[in-house]
């Protein structure tokens, strides 16, 4: 007869008992055809209830230990479930060489020695703060799409997304956007849209007009498709259409790539009458424009421009947005907004790639879209975003070492480092002053990380995200910051 093994664990009673008779069983104590005793001579034996043991029988049943034989009772199966390959000894094996040294023909990013999240003072510029997120109303939702899931949906198809959130997203971005008459594509995040955009529109030696100061994973991802780079000047009114139209005479761009409203890492908006003019540029020459609108949310002196997708009359905008700021980055949802031609090159492209994004967590999201949480939850953040912003204005405005033109949104300001007249011997290298800080537990980015040509570096900037952070940590790793530029004031 049975005895349950650790009498004190914490385990239900059920999965004891399971546990017993699976131990049993591998221990040969039971063999295969072996009989059960009934279930009312183990409830009695071991003083368990009697629907205790039904259970635990089922749950045996269930893993392929033992079969229910009608009014016969439970008997050990004949073939007992495999739990392990099989570990087998060749001598060609033993006697092998070295390992091989793989030939890798193409490269990621680099993995980052040490993650901004490991830091005490975590001053990334795209970085939400995630004890403002409402886990618990999140929560429901995710609990109401396990209790009644679309099991349909849980299988292939539908790379394009989940029918309930395509729609949610589309009510989304005509409400806040204006962005009418596109198919959305979701994606694994906005970076495996970049992805597939480089791989279904670029090819060895096409170019891509990237602002000389941008965003290293959306070059990393035109790159990996064996374009080249070609910067272009851009200032405090945005990317310079004159020098764009310079790129574009030398021939082979094949793809323009923006942040219009909030320039990474800049931040500087794009104007008007420059959208115009590369709008009018890349029609005349036929080059599709990838607009990258990864915080729209996030603006507060004014009401944001609308997107360039919003006027558009030769579709060759492809509009990229992402949840990653205002959810937590870890959810991968991205979007895109894009022509019918587009979005089936995109869909049948991600197939080769991982089919379809997360169906629990889009279905999820698309019930708190529906409810009002994603928009109460998005205005409560933008608010927070704000006093955080200006938070942040004021305490860099104690110190004579920096230097910025305050954003109208954003969640970074991008800092100029100026050497003070009273202390000329102080640390005013950009990227030293990021190695220094690291030693201290504080996570800046430099300028010369965003750079397309590295001998451009002035080696004179820093971007220091303000929304991760509550104010009062805010303004102790600004302190500790100074510190590191010996600039005590």
Known sequence: MFKLQNVNSTQPKYLQLAETVREAIKQGQLTSGDHLPSVKSISQDLGLNRHTVMKSLAELVAEGWIASIQRVGYKVVENLPIEKSQNPSFDTVANSPSPIDYRLVRSGMPLPTYPANDFEYNFAGGQPDLTLFPFDEFKRCMSDVLNRPNI????????????????????YLRKS??????????????????FMVAQLLLKSGDKVAVEALGYPPAMAAFRSSGA???????????????????????????????????????????TVSRRMAIYQLAALHKIPIVEDDYDHEFHYRCQPLAPMATQDPSQLVIYISTFSKIMFPGARIGIMAVTKTMAKAVAEYRLLICHKSNVLMQSALAKWMDSGGFERHLRRTTRFNLQRRDHAISVLKKYPCFEFISPDGGMALWVRLIRHPGRPSGLHSAEQLAIKCQQLGIYIQHERQFLLDKSRDQDGFIRI?????????????????????????
């Open 152 to 171: 349909a949906q849980l299988s292939y198809g539908q790379s394009a997304g989940t029918p309930e959130l395509l729609e949610q997203v589309k009510i």
């Open 177 to 194: 956007r204006a962005i009418t008459d596109r198919e959305i594509v979701v994606t694994n995040g906005s970076q495996e849209a970049l």
């Open 228 to 270: 080249e780079l070609v910067g272009v000047k851009h200032d405090i009114h945005g990317m310079c259409p004159q020098d764009l139209e310079k790129q574009i005479s030398k021939g082979n761009v094949r793809l323009i790539y923006l942040t219009p409203l909030h320039q990474y890492p800049t931040t500087v908006t794009l």
């Open 465 to 489: 995200g303000f929304a991760s952070m509550n104010e009062t940590n805010f303004a102790t790793g600004i302190e500790k910051l100074v510190e590191c530029l010996h600039l005590k004031i």
